[in-house]
């Protein structure tokens, strides 16, 4: 090719394109102001099903808004995809992300934007609003209902082994589970090759450690706490070493999966699983009777209390400017009124209490374990560690995993754990550490 | 003048051959190479970085898991390596040999190196699988664990090991082949003529003479094996606990958890230790290694 008619192309494009932006911004005005805005969400049944569901209700009552879905991940890469989106600020205008520990790696403050004067957050409840609040900002509304960690039981293989009621204490369980274990059954359901399903025990102990320990959260975070040191916070970790050490898990748990979980305690074959309870809607329909759901037992039944998750939420993009940013918080605030509530209770059936104040009421019929769950949910409840404070290290499934399989002890895998937690807490720059 | 300019461009001539591929090679290796010594200095989270100094490495170092990940990561490299020269050199010879199904069988021991590691990795996590996996039931007879050998912390290393060995030795005996193939046949006559045993035949003719070939295949497999990860994260993620994880699984674990500036400490910190035990064995090796 040579240079001169290079040139000539060259410049022919540049014109033409010249010429198509004229266009475009003279014909805009005209088309009755139809904005588009890009929503992400992570590619799980539950999250896409529930944004559809969520995106055509909103379309409906906005038909001047046009909201395009785009999905991503699961997981640690996930995790990625969001930090490298926002860093490079090719973020969609709205996403949804974990709300807690995991939101404060996002640097929220800078690359999200604040709502906290929007009239719609005040319909968002006050214990949502402090696990999406980073540096005075208050970034997100919620996607999804509230969960507890707690443990699944079979209800059959328990009326089977005689055990009557759900344990209150810890000692009643190991009873009851040695119970299910004489009975023929696998006590207690272990899915380690999901190393992240190990950290029930630990993690939705938390409702007894602050019971004992209120200011627990604000000291661990400030490195005044060790968690090998901490009578009551290493009760979790001791938990797993005691059913292991008991042989109360499943001889096969090191490469079980969580779908193994779900699929045993579902059919009885194990009659105990440790699980979050978004997992209820994976139980298949017809064994949903069956399968109850109890908070995880401290050492005293008068403080019997769930520990809850917050669930994902929804954030607009600092890039959002214009009508773009109008229309996402007419999003943001759909979302987090009744007729979001009922978009997503109708997508992806009820799973239990939404975060705002007016929200979409419990149908006639839902599962055994979310009816299990509403009822927890109005006694005595502690959010998990997670939403109180950002540091969790990120090998504790892996070390929880090598106490559930004995390849240290509870003291040396809380020890390793409190090692893990600097890492944390020095890339999030906080005090103390 | 008119000479000078010649040889200038005699000089520069055979540059502008190497220059695409050189562009290639700047872009995608070594200029995120040089990049990540400048960022394993660095607290860094995508969004802004930090001056830390040694921070990272101090951090590294200091990671608990870390010795058990480096032990790992030699006994991977080392056993994988040795395994596929040895089994290997057993597979080349026997497929120089005249036996029926020659090209069958040297096809079927190559189809492994082309099946994604991913695919293999995941197949083989099903085939180990207590209860229901195929390979575990037909070992159980032999009265292997319950808990399935990528299960039980003990064994979960080594049934990786032998998974890469079969993926991976296909390539090693073609390089075998290729080697022997290059042996001429005068030796062997005259080794005939001396009336020598097919044993004294491989230990004083093949073996010596395959040695270029063999010091690749070590090379190749043991820089294989110590940065080795996609075969590790498909069958056990590093697991049960952290019983199988070595040093690429470990950075990679730290990567997804966001330290970003610390996992780049890591991959420095591998990338120096592979050329510290690389570069002199290659040259020790290729010392040894005669003249056809």
Known sequence: MNFGKFKRTLGLTLASVAALGLVATSVAPAQAATTTITWLTDNTPSATKAAQGIVAAFQKANPNIKVTLTTRPDGAEGDNVVKTKLATKTMENVFTYNSGALLAALNPSRTLVDLKNEAFMSSVLPSFQSAVTSKGSVVGVPFGTAMGGGIYYNIPAFKAAGIKGTPKTWNQLISAARKLKANGVDAICGTFADSWTAQLFVLADYHNVQTVNPRFAADFTANKIKLAKNPAALKGFQRLEQVKRLGLYNSDANTATYNDGIARIASGKCGMYPMLTFATSAIPVANQKDVGFMAQPGDSATSYGLTTWMPAAAYISATTTGAKLTASKKLLAFIASKAGTDAYAKANGYEGPFLVTNQSKAPASVPRATKDLAALVSGKTTPALEFLSAVKGPNLPSILVQIASGQVSAVEGAKLYDKDVVAQARQLGLRGW | ?292
């Open chain 2, 1 to 292: 003048m008119k000479n000078k300019l010649a040889k200038t461009h005699l000089r520069t001539y055979p540059l502008l051959f190497v220059l695409p591929i050189g562009v290639i090679f700047g872009t995608l290796y070594l200029f995120p190479t040089v990049t990540s010594f400048y960022y394993s200095t660095q607290r860094w989270s995508l969004f802004d970085t930090q001056f830390v100094g040694l921070e990272n490495f101090a951090t590294f170092f200091q990671d608990p898991f870390l010795l058990g990940g480096m032990i790992n990561t030699f006994i991977y490299a080392f056993l994988t390596s040795g395994l596929k020269v040895v089994v290997g050199m057993l597979l080349g010879v026997v497929l120089m040999s005249s036996i029926r199904f020659r090209a069958l069988l040297r096809n079927l021991v190559f189809f492994p190196v082309l099946v994604s590691t991913i695919g293999v990795g995941i197949t083989f996590q099903e085939l180990m699988k207590p209860q229901t996996g195929l390979l575990h039931e037909a070992l159980s007879v032999f009265g292997i664990t319950e808990m399935g050998l990528l299960g039980d912390p003990a064994t979960a290393l080594y049934a990786v090991i032998a998974v890469d060995v079969w993926k991976g030795v296909g390539l090693a005996t073609v390089i075998f082949i290729a080697g022997m193939a290059t042996i001429p046949a005068e030796y062997y006559e005259a080794a005939k003529l001396d009336g020598v045993s097919a044993i004294q035949n491989f230990r004083h003719i093949v073996l010596p003479l395959l040695r270029p070939a063999t010091n690749t295949v070590i090379i190749l497999s043991l820089i294989g094996g110590l940065k080795s990860f996609d075969l590790i994260w498909a069958m056990t993620g590093g697991g049960p606990g952290f019983a199988s994880d070595v040093m690429a699984s470990l950075i990679y674990k730290q990567y997804t958890s966001g330290f970003y500036g610390l996992s780049t400490a890591g991959n420095v910190v591998m990338f120096v230790m592979i050329l510290i035990l690389v570069l002199p064995l290659n040259r020790y090796l290729s010392k040894r290694e005669v003249e056809v």
